[in-house]
């Protein structure tokens, strides 16, 4: 297999050379950290007057953690580096988690992002004769336009059609000839189930690709779409503190996702002891962003699980691969004293056949105990009126869930297509525990 990159240069500079590169980066982006309001105080604090004492990467251990509440406090100026009249644009988070934070760009912030988009679009074999569909969010979420001027930087045809409204999306697949799209993993799943709903065949499509992304899902889901859709679908890893999408991409390999580390510096630490975890482990991602001037941020705790395969990829690009994220490290549910995070359900259940595209998971109180209760749909040629087959499916789920997780969940089957569907990211879990006080 051949590979064709967007910037050769950069996505296969040797080791010593990138690390070489980082540095100057690491310098320039505390010289213009040391401007904010936020991190002068912090610099400071730890005896950095100047990007000039930064001398090695391993200085940069000397600046503090920042989290996503650091970040809430600082807003909504206190993060900003240059002149208001220099900024472009400002994102936000979708805010999944409690109130949004803002990042600004300036006009080469927003040429050097579109520059990484536009290496992860390239990575996955697209060129300018694609006709891309970006069925994502548009406005404060990055996902809208991060992927349409990285799309438009490649040369491909952009249709800015936005998530939802999936009647309008075949349309426009149709009319124009839609060869890749962009969405999250849940609206692939259900963009397929109407597919069949509409009884639009795969080849009135021309699709080829997807760029799947901005929610964790697993490695069976990625292959039931693929052979759902007939497609290759990528991993895509980013999140507005970083820019948004481009951070980190899966290469032709689909084998870990290159993090671009021209842009970016990763580290993986242990989330209770905030060390650095041994080479190959997960742990929670912490990221510094060396390609943006207009809104400083340095070893941001992403609370994202994901660790670094050890080993290079065979396509030949020198930046290290992300293990696939596989959620936050604070998604993590107690129940009745397990812990349980939600991938290792999605992990079981979207590995049997039987199982439809949509499933969810609600923790509720019953009398003093956790009571864990798994609604999933059924594939299309399950009927819902046959009981026994029915009662069998559950029990099979129930059986091979409580073998994986050790918690004996209720399991509850629902007709393919009747689990709510949301245009953004998935909701996967409704915790209705009264919460302490
Ligand atoms: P929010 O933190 O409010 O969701 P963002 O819109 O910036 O804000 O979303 C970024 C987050 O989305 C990431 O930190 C991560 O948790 C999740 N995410 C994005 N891409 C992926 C992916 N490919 N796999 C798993 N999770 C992802
Ligand atoms: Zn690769």
């Known amino acids: 297999m051949t590979y064709q990159y967007w910037n050769p240069r950069m996505e296969t500079l040797p080791?010593?050379?990138?690390?070489?590169?980082?540095?100057?980066?690491?310098?320039?982006l505390v010289r213009y950290a040391l401007r904010t309001p936020f991190y002068q105080k912090r610099l400071h604090q730890a005896g950095i007057k100047d990007g000039e004492d930064i001398k090695t990467l391993g200085d940069l251990k000397r600046i503090p953690f920042a989290t996503k509440l650091d970040l809430r406090a600082a807003f909504p100026y206190g993060l900003l580096s240059i002149p208001l009249d220099e900024v472009v644009r400002l994102h936000a988070s979708?805010?999944?988690?409690?109130?949004p934070t803002t990042i600004y760009f300036n006009k080469e912030d927003i040429i050097r992002w579109t520059g990484f988009v536009a290496r992860s679009i390239y990575a996955t074999g697209c060129n300018k004769t694609d006709v891309f569909q970006n069925m994502i969010t548009y406005g404060l979420f990055t996902g809208g336009l991060g992927f349409h001027f990285g799309g438009e930087a490649v040369g491909m045809l952009v249709i800015p059609s936005g998530s939802g409204n999936t009647t309008r999306q075949f349309k426009?697949?149709?009319?124009?000839?839609?060869?890749?799209?962009?969405?999250?993993?849940?609206?692939?799943?259900?963009?397929?189930?109407?597919?069949?709903?509409?009884?639009?065949?795969?080849?009135?499509l021309k699709l080829k690709r997807a760029f799947a992304g901005a929610e964790p899902y697993s490695e069976d889901t990625r292959r039931r779409i693929e052979e759902l859709l007939k497609i290759d679908v990528y991993n895509s890893y980013g999140l507005s503190e970083m820019n948004g999408p481009g951070v980190a991409f899966e290469c032709q390999c689909k084998n870990g996702l290159h993090l671009w580390e021209d842009g970016y510096i990763a580290e993986i630490i242990n989330p209770d002891t905030l060390e650095p975890v041994p080479e190959g482990e997960t742990g929670e991602l912490v990221l510094t962003c060396l390609c943006r001037e207009?809104?400083?941020?340095?070893?941001?705790?992403?609370?994202?699980?994901?660790?670094?395969?050890?080993?290079?990829?065979?396509?030949?690009?020198t930046h290290r691969r992300l293990y696939r994220i596989t959620g936050r490290t604070d998604d993590m549910l107690i129940i009745n004293g397990v812990n349980l995070f939600p991938s290792q359900i999605e992990e079981v259940i979207m590995s049997m056949k039987e199982v439809g595209n949509n499933y969810c998971i609600v923790v509720e109180k019953e009398g003093v105990l956790d009571r864990l209760t798994v609604k999933?749909?059924?594939?299309?040629?399950?009927?819902?009126?046959?009981?026994?087959?029915?009662?069998?499916?559950?029990?099979?789920?129930?059986?091979?869930?409580?073998?994986c997780i050790t918690i004996n969940p209720r399991v509850e089957l629902h007709e393919s297509g009747s689990l709510p569907v949301s245009e953004g990211k998935a909701t996967r879990v409704q915790d209705n525990r009264p919460k302490d006080v």
């Open 15 to 28: 080791r010593a050379e990138l690390e070489a590169y980082q540095l100057t980066k690491l310098k320039d």
């Open 376 to 403: 999933t749909e059924v594939g299309p040629d399950i009927f819902m009126d046959d009981a026994r087959p029915l009662n069998a499916l559950k029990e099979r789920i129930r059986k091979t869930l409580q073998a």
């Open 294 to 317: 207009a809104t400083p941020i340095l070893r941001y705790r992403t609370r994202d699980r994901s660790g670094f395969y050890t080993e290079p990829c065979s396509c030949g690009r």
């Open 94 to 99: 979708s805010g999944t988690t409690g109130t």
């Open 172 to 204: 426009l697949m149709q009319d124009f000839g839609t060869t890749v799209v962009h969405a999250t993993p849940s609206f692939l799943l259900h963009v397929e189930a109407k597919m069949r709903e509409e009884g639009i065949t795969r080849e009135s």
